[in-house]
Structures are given as structure tokens and as C-alpha cells.
């Protein structure tokens, strides 16, 4: 995973140049996670707590960290709310088409 340092920012993302697919592909590997990316691609920024997901409070936050620690999300507070959004636009110039064809697979 990318090198970040929580202690310093608890919501810390890597700068575009620090997104590496490896990362990227194991953050869209689980379903969840998956789930998560595919209702942030509506371009709609979402609170944590607006996902009706299949898992603990805890296990939600693991899943937020993993997908902005990759890069493929954005989170900022607003107050004590997570707002989050999909990093769309950087990802799809770093890598080209491959969120749109990860979220096709997923969806057929």
C-alpha cells in the first residue's frame, strides 16, 4: 500500500503520482469495497452512514481506509461527518477506462 502517515492526517490520500494499480486493483477486488465505488460513481458525494452495507461500523471504516489509501476515494470532514467521492477524473487519467470497465464487469 501506498506510504501515508495518519498520525500527521488521519484522512491523508496520495497525490496522483502515488496511485499504483496493484493498490487500486486490490481496493476494487472486494465486493463491498466494489459496492461502495459503484454507488459513488453517480458523482454524488455520500456520508459513510448513507451505505446500506452488509457489515460492522468497524469493517465499514476498514473499507473506507482501503479505498482512500489506494486512491480511489476522497474523503473530507464536514464537522464529524466523512463526506466521501469517487476520485473519478484523477484515476481516469492515471489509468485509463479502468474504472469503467471494473464497474461494467461488476454490473453484468
Known amino acids: 500500500m501506498s506510504a501515508l502517515t495518519p498520525e500527521a492526517d488521519p484522512l491523508a490520500h496520495p497525490e496522483l503520482e502515488q496511485i499504483d494499480l496493484p493498490d487500486v486493483l486490490h481496493a476494487l477486488s472486494d465486493p463491498v469495497r466494489l459496492s461502495i465505488v459503484a454507488a459513488l460513481a453517480s458523482g454524488e458525494e455520500r456520508t459513510c452512514k448513507s451505505f ?8 465499514c471504516t476498514h473499507h473506507f481506509r482501503v479505498l482512500r489509501e489506494a486512491g480511489v476515494i476522497r474523503q473530507r470532514l464536514e464537522g464529524t461527518t466523512r463526506l466521501n467521492s469517487l476520485r473519478r477524473a484523477e484515476l481516469d487519467g492515471r489509468y485509463p477506462g479502468l474504472l469503467d470497465a471494473v464497474l461494467g464487469a461488476a454490473g453484468s
Open 52 to 59: 446500506d452495507l452488509p457489515v460492522t461500523k468497524s469493517t
